[in-house]
């Protein structure tokens, strides 16, 4: 391969990185024992570093935030050769190193804080071209039942299995929650698992490099990194999945085990259990059917196959609970309630209320105060947030909570335009404002979340094809 060649337009340089990942996926698929050992030239070739990954480091909402460097991605314009030739040569002759990530604290929903590491601009170019050469690799190992941080894959296809097997005689519920996953990954059990797969030194030089680059804190302290992979980073997701993937193996080795449909059914008519994962990035739930003794079972069996990887379990947010008792995961509320009309039990799913709070804060935030802009900016701000919210949740049983939170947020603008305008009166506010009732100025209208079509999601199973996959192959499967 030619690495010296003129740097390549966007649409040919995607095509040949999208040729190449569709090659080393296929291989490592054909061959589960492969280790790739020449892995560095791709990394550096101007088709995978100078094209692809800066155009997704540079278009990627991030792409706004500095680093240590103080240097946004976005701010290089003018210099963007010279900045990408300079990379690209360090990168070559081994010059390149990783700088510290700086920190950035943000609230959690807990109240707590989650730190994020904001690479430098060198340092996410490399990283997503790293992330384009393993991740075709190891997407061939990766089981099904993990959906997080995944191409191809979304919350909705966990929340679908998960409605499958409670549908199916899946009845308990172990609601998993791993303490700190991101800031506790052991390096040693990360990068022997990275090693399986890939035997270049110079790869696995880089990869090190990242994990121990180090974070600058906010009180301008630099830090080691003596475990963990950075929250925030581009090769951080897939990083966490490769450490994660022995809950998956584990997991999928013992539903192998069962002997299919019909050795599932005679394990459950002898009072053993059957399980199934279901995994989005380090939240994840075991459906079980058995009773709640084999439950807290394996929660201890989940205990042990995390030690290797530095991680365990949070003992506040990991707890059993009953599909009728109904639990929370990736903001669905799901839970097996009587149908009414009958006396049929039968498996809802609701956005849940959490989620709905969230939402309602995002408003009110918007709505609070400020009056100084116009209505048509308001909703230039709040429509995004109410149709995104909904466009997430408009597979599931989401009619009401549709509804009632378009009332909700016409009262809270309502209420804006009542303190924007505190001398007029309710008539002239309508003729001004609110034509055919919804709060309207020029081209801008309040979103109506219930106009907002809810259609049934439909379940993939293990059918979810990948980016690389070919059409005579996924025929195949």
């Not at 989650?114 to 690799?137: F, W, Y």
């Not at 149709?387 to 209420?415: I, M």
């Not at 034509?435 to 993939?460: D, H, M, S």
């Amino acid at each position: 391969m030619n690495t010296d060649a003129p740097w390549p337009d966007l649409y040919e340089a995607e095509a040949r990185v999208l040729k190449i990942q569709t090659k080393l996926h296929q291989w490592a698929t054909g061959d589960p024992h492969r280790r790739f050992d020449d892995l560095f030239n791709l990394v550096a070739d101007p088709c995978f570093l100078v094209v692809v990954a800066w155009d997704r480091v540079r278009r990627n909402r991030g792409a706004r935030s500095a680093g240590t460097d103080g240097v946004a991605p976005r701010s290089i314009v003018f210099g963007e050769e010279r900045f990408l030739r300079t990379l690209r040569d360090d990168l070559k002759a081994r010059r390149f190193v990783p700088s510290p990530v700086r920190e950035k604290l943000i609230p959690k929903k807990s109240g707590k804080l989650r730190a994020l590491g904001i690479p430098t601009a060198r340092d996410r170019t490399v990283q997503a071209a790293l992330k384009l050469v393993l991740e075709p690799i190891f997407e061939a190992d990766f089981k099904p039942c993990s959906y997080g941080f995944r191409p191809k894959r979304r919350a909705m296809d966990a929340i679908e299995e998960i409605f499958f097997y409670a549908t199916h005689y899946y009845e308990w519920v172990l609601e998993g929650d791993i303490k700190s996953c991101f800031d506790e990954i052991s390096h040693v059990g990360l990068m022997d698992r990275v090693r399986v797969r890939v035997g270049d030194r110079r790869v696995l030089g880089l990869v090190k490099a990242f994990l121990k680059a180090g974070v600058l804190s906010e009180d301008q302290v630099v830090r080691d990194t003596v475990t963990g992979t950075p929250q925030g980073g581009i090769l951080s997701p897939l990083l966490a999945n490769i450490a994660l993937s022995v809950l998956d193996e584990h997991f999928m080795g013992r539903w192998e085990s069962f002997g299919g449909q019909y050795g599932r059914s005679r394990r459950r008519a002898k009072g053993l259990a059957n399980y199934r994962l279901v995994r989005y990035a380090d939240d994840f739930v075991v459906m079980l059917t058995g009773s709640q003794e084999h439950v807290q079972a394996l929660k201890e069996d989940v205990t042990a196959v995390l030690a290797p990887m530095g991680l365990r379990l949070s003992e506040e947010k990991t707890v059993v609970t009953h599909i009728d008792q109904g639990f929370d995961f990736l903001g669905f509320h799901i839970q097996r309630k009587r149908k009414k009309g009958n006396q049929r039990r039968t498996v809802y799913i609701y956005p849940s209320k959490t989620a709905l709070a969230a939402v309602k804060a995002k408003v009110r935030v918007l709505t609070q105060g400020n009056t100084n802009q116009s209505l048509a900016d308001l909703l230039q701000r709040a429509n995004p947030v109410l149709r995104g919210w909904a466009n997430y949740f408009r597979h599931v049983v989401s009619a009401r909570t549709f509804d009632y939170l378009n009332s909700w947020s016409w009262r809270r603008v309502v209420n804006w335009l009542r303190h924007k305008h505190p001398r007029a009166s309710w008539s002239w506010l309508r003729r001004h404002y609110l034509p055919g009732w919804r709060p309207t100025e020029g081209k801008a209208t309040l979103l109506n979340p219930a106009t907002i079509r809810i259609v049934r999601y439909r379940y993939r199973g293990t059918r979810i094809a990948t980016p690389w996959t070919r059409r005579d192959d996924q025929d195949a499967a």
